[in-house]
């Protein structure tokens, strides 16, 4: 699951070392974003709504095998909601980038920009003078810059307000998580600036889940460090597998 203004593009540098595991890897846009169109309702972008798409999108594609979720940032967020209150036994969950609530920091302070200005100004302005600066300072590819334009003026408007809307106010439901007992992954960045590696630290010691570091990443490890963080995952993926699978052949 991607972040707020993300895609499932954002996992294509990780899709083929998680792939040559021998799994099925899937990347999806979430409702209201890049290629999946969304309703003008607000209330269709809450965790809660996007979460039940996620669950229901788990019952069609595990077919009884093993599903593995992973959520980056928002996703994260939106991903949590389908592992405590959906229909689907997850083999494990991954919280990537994300933490216990709502957003911190310099990326709150661009979430308010964005849940205020899109609604009266536009997705244009908003990448105009938002994610545009940020690109080029970052000597983004113009490729990629293009790219980063086409896929944010394709948002739902109503969809990226609200998602950014649930990102600063979202609650803490880490004890509800640690309730479902789904061996989970903290990962991330050794600079994250959403939420701080104290903060996903503190949650993932709480959680009693396992907690990878990737060094030299920020927010985003699967573009940073793409082959450390598929590691990281293809390891854990690997254990929480095998626990899943005694699991159901001792209640079996």
Same mark, same amino acid.
């Given at each position: 699951?991607?972040?707020?203004?993300?895609?499932?593009?954002? *996992?294509?540098?990780?899709?083929?070392?998680?792939?040559?595991?021998?799994?099925?890897?899937?990347?999806?846009?979430?409702?209201?974003?890049?290629?999946?169109?969304?309703?003008?309702?607000?209330?269709?972008?809450?965790?809660?709504?996007?979460?039940?798409?996620?669950?229901?999108?788990?019952?069609?594609?595990?077919?009884?095998?093993?599903?593995?979720?992973?959520?980056?940032?928002?996703?994260?967020?939106?991903?949590?909601?389908?592992?405590?209150?959906?229909?689907?036994?997850?083999?494990? *969950?991954?919280?990537?980038?994300?933490?216990?609530?709502?957003?911190?920091?310099?990326?709150?302070?661009?979430?308010?920009?964005?849940?205020?200005?899109?609604?009266? =100004?536009?997705?244009?302005?908003?990448?105009?003078?938002?994610?545009?600066?940020?690109?080029?300072?970052?000597?983004?590819?113009?490729?990629?810059?293009? *790219? =980063?334009?086409?896929?944010?003026?394709?948002?739902?408007?109503?969809?990226?307000?609200?998602?950014?809307?649930?990102?600063?106010?979202?609650?803490?439901?880490?004890?509800?998580?640690?309730?479902?007992?789904?061996?989970? =992954?903290?990962?991330?960045?050794?600079?994250?600036?959403?939420?701080?590696?104290?903060?996903?630290?503190?949650?993932?010691?709480?959680?009693?889940?396992?907690?990878?570091?990737?060094?030299?990443?920020?927010?985003?490890?699967?573009?940073?460090?793409?082959?450390?963080?598929?590691?990281?995952?293809?390891?854990?993926?690997?254990?929480?597998?095998?626990?899943?699978?005694?699991?159901?052949?001792?209640?079996?």
């Amino acid at each position: 699951m991607p972040g707020l203004t993300g895609s499932k593009e954002d *996992f294509i540098a990780v899709l083929m070392t998680l792939a040559q595991s021998g799994r099925r890897v899937v990347a999806i846009d979430l409702r209201g974003q890049y290629e999946t169109p969304g309703p003008d309702d607000p209330a269709a972008y809450t965790c809660a709504a996007l979460g039940a798409d996620v669950d229901a999108l788990a019952q069609v594609i595990g077919g009884g095998d093993p599903v593995h979720l992973v959520g980056h940032s928002f996703g994260g967020l939106v991903a949590r909601e389908a592992a405590i209150d959906g229909r689907t036994k997850f083999a494990s *969950f991954t919280l990537m980038g994300s933490g216990p609530a709502a957003i911190e920091g310099q990326r709150a302070s661009n979430g308010r920009k964005i849940m205020e200005e899109v609604p009266s =100004l536009g997705l244009e302005h908003v990448w105009q003078h938002r994610l545009e600066p940020e690109a080029l300072a970052n000597d983004v590819s113009d490729e990629i810059v293009d *790219f =980063l334009r086409k896929r944010l003026l394709t948002n739902s408007p109503t969809g990226l307000s609200s998602m950014a809307e649930q990102v600063l106010t979202m609650h803490d439901r880490t004890d509800d998580l640690r309730q479902v007992e789904v061996p989970t =992954l903290v990962l991330y960045g050794e600079h994250d600036d959403g939420w701080s590696p104290e903060t996903q630290s503190e949650m993932a010691a709480r959680l009693g889940a396992e907690c990878v570091v990737v060094p030299g990443a920020v927010h985003s490890p699967a573009v940073e460090a793409p082959e450390t963080t598929a590691a990281a995952l293809v390891r854990f993926w690997n254990a929480a597998e095998k626990h899943y699978l005694d699991t159901r052949s001792n209640t079996l």
